[in-house]
């Protein structure tokens, strides 16, 4: 067959190779418009996302360097309100009260230099940077002595919740100070500061509080308050710095320059020793305070799962227990604790990653072993015995004292010689129970004379009712009584006197 005739096709085949590429080119050109309308979408969404989070379009620059070293100088009335704030900040947390805590850290002017000590790193300012840091520490010192004259002076102080809640920090202190931080240069920066956001990151940070924490740790020479408390304060004013750092880094804030060459390489090179400087700690005290945060959860999730859960063990707990910084467990159980339980305690710890290095101490107290609880409740359930009995006794005098007025109720009424009297006692408690509001009744037989000759004797009833009582409802309730009488009494006649 010749090359000419190979490629010779019927008038029907040709039309269907022909709708082959046309079905071709059309699923190619469904696939561009496909490929095009994802990149439109994903275009639009990178543009939504943008206008919604980029805020470098909102920031006043010049604004937010000049409102940042205004608020660093510490002087005159900026002084006095630290010291009122300070003294607010003592009495609500030996008070206990949250709310008094939180309006001391509002009036707080505390943020000025840690934003300028960020700042002037970050624009490679050494003189705002100075005077940031010799404001800062005068800050310091005189909350410090502020806090402890008022711990050691007022007379009323104790540790309250508000107080032992500064002198351990953990992992979620290190987040708060760093995005609260985040938080407040960022409205720093907006045009129209957000005064909303400033107050609420001084609460959120918390910055007073730890260093009243640490007065009142000087003020009782309890240094593990004092230590615990400054090393709070040290994690909010670094991570508030660093967040403040990273933002203006992000913003593209102006470098500071200098006509002096020398000088301004040498300003670079100090602001980058100092940022290193600051990034070391936090990123150590990050990493430290999470691994400590890690050995509390694995620990209490061991005493709640495997040591409170367990009815054989009675678990003392106490502050002390976990010591990270040895890596030593110490338990303290009432009563004996078996060798095969210690061993199982071993063995349910290693399942524990953070702490399944650490060494298991128990503690038993022996002397208060299964025997000597059981002398013990034998003993308290002897006592309850004498008590019931003591209880019984004083029941039955009780009963016979009533019993004996019961009788010489009866022996005074027997006494009446008149066949036909009624039972005084009976009386009584009757007109008590159908008339309720009286609070006295008392009735005898009295003689009367109207012409001085004939004497009638007469059946007098005296009563005293409620105050609350109207006298038109003591009318109404008094000629019910007297009713009353005359059918219980047998007689015609029956006087009501009011007493």
């Given amino acids: ?31 561009a418009a496909v490929k095009k309308d994802a990149q439109g979408l994903f ?28 608020d660093i100088p510490f002087k005159g009335a900026t002084a006095w309100i630290l010291v009122c704030s300070i003294f607010v900040a003592s009495i609500g947390l030996n008070a206990n009260s949250t709310a008094v805590v939180i309006g001391a850290m509002l009036i707080s002017p505390l943020m000025g230099p840690i934003l300028g000590i960020g700042m002037s790193i970050a624009i490679n300012d050494i003189d ?21 004259l008022f711990f050691y002076l007022f007379p009323l102080s104790a540790e309250t919740s508000e107080l032992l809640g500064r002198t351990r920090p953990d992992i979620r202190d290190v987040l708060i100070a760093f995005f609260g931080g985040l938080a407040l240069i960022i409205a720093r920066t907006k045009k129209g500061t957000i005064a909303s956001v400033i107050f609420g990151v001084a609460i959120a940070t918390a910055l007073m509080p ?22 709070l304060f040290t994690i909010n004013t670094i991570f508030i710095a660093l967040a403040t750092f990273l933002v203006l880094k992000l913003l593209r804030f102006p470098m500071l320059k200098y006509a002096n060459s020398a000088r301004r ?14 990034m070391i700690p936090a990123i150590w005290t990050f990493l430290t305070v999470l691994q400590e945060s890690k050995y509390t959860r694995d620990f209490d999730s061991f005493v709640k799962n495997d040591i409170e859960s367990n009815p054989n063990l009675w678990y003392q707990k106490r502050e002390k227990d976990l010591d990270p910084d040895t890596k030593i467990i110490s338990l303290h159980f009432n009563g004996d604790v078996s060798e095969e339980m210690v061993s199982a ?45 003591v209880i019984d006794g004083l029941q039955k005098q009780i009963e016979e004292l009533q019993a004996n007025i019961s009788n010489l109720n009866k022996v005074i009424e027997s006494k009446d010689t008149n ?64 009713k009353w009488l005359k059918n219980e009494l047998k007689v015609d006649t029956v006087y009501i006197k009011r007493n």
């Fill in 1 to 31: 067959m010749s090359d000419e005739n190979k490629f010779n096709f019927s008038e029907e085949e040709q039309q269907q190779i022909t709708n082959e590429m046309n079905k071709e080119a059309a699923v190619e050109e469904k696939k």
């Fill in 43 to 70: 275009a639009s969404v990178k543009t939504f996302l943008s206008e919604l989070l980029d805020f470098r379009d909102d920031t006043d620059r010049d604004a937010t360097i000049t409102a940042i070293k205004v």
């Fill in 128 to 148: 705002t940077l100075r005077k940031s840091l010799i404001n800062l520490a005068t800050m310091i010192v005189l909350s410090l002595l502020t806090a402890f």
């Fill in 210 to 231: 730890p260093l009243c924490t640490a007065g009142y740790g000087l003020a009782e020479g309890n240094w593990s308050y004092f230590g615990g408390a400054m090393y």
């Fill in 265 to 278: 390489k040498r300003t670079s090179r100090i602001a980058m020793l100092i940022a290193i400087v600051v």
């Fill in 345 to 389: 305690l071993q063995i349910s710890k290693k399942s524990y990653e953070s702490i399944k290095d650490f060494e298991l101490i128990i503690n038993a107290n022996k002397t208060r072993s299964a025997d000597r609880l059981m002398e013990s409740l034998d003993r308290a359930y002897a006592d309850l015995d004498r008590k019931d009995n």
């Fill in 419 to 482: 066949k036909n009297a009624v039972s005084f006692s009976a009386l009584s408690r009757d007109a008590k129970i159908k008339f309720s509001d009286l609070e006295y009744f008392g009735y005898a037989k009295m003689l009367e004379s109207k012409d001085f000759i004939n004497i009638d004797t007469v059946t007098v009833a005296n009563v005293r009712w409620q105050v609350k009582l109207t006298d038109s409802v003591v009318s109404i309730k008094e000629r019910n009584l007297q």
